[in-house]
Nanobody, 115 residues
Framework: QVQLVESGGGLVKPGESLRLSCEAS????????MRWYRQAPGKERELVAF???????NYADSVKGRFTTSRDNAKNTVYLQMNTLKPEDTAVYYC?????????WGQGTQVTVSS
């Protein structure tokens, strides 16, 4: 059974940092592309970042230079380091992977950036 479990969300002030984690089970993690999405209230879910099996990364323009994703295959865990957070980063953050024959999602973790 595939499971993705996020952690690390919380309430921070603008300019502060957070690190999200997503631990996967039920997949061969080292063979999986891992993605981070977020969904703000009233908005569609958007792709924030992804990391490939050979550690190539890609970011949405809105987070480029502030967010970094990385993976630890020994721990079956992907991370999203979020620096210089802005109020517009407020959202529920989800990790995602495709493991044949379908997509899997974590339960989400709330990130709130407010003074």
């Amino acid at each position: 059974q595939v499971q993705l479990v996020e952690s690390g969300g919380g309430l921070v002030k603008p300019g502060e940092s957070l690190r999200l984690s997503c631990e996967a089970s039920g997949i061969i993690f080292s063979m999986s592309i891992m993605r981070w999405y977020r969904q703000a209230p009233g908005k569609e879910r958007e792709l924030v970042a992804f990391i490939t099996t050979n550690n190539s990364t890609n970011y949405a323009d809105s987070v480029k230079g502030r967010f970094t994703t990385s993976r630890d295959n020994a721990k079956n865990t992907v991370y999203l380091q979020m620096n210089t957070l802005k109020p517009e980063d407020t959202a529920v953050y989800y990790c995602n992977t495709f493991w044949f024959p379908r997509d899997y999602w974590g339960q989400g973790t709330q990130v709130t950036v407010s003074s």
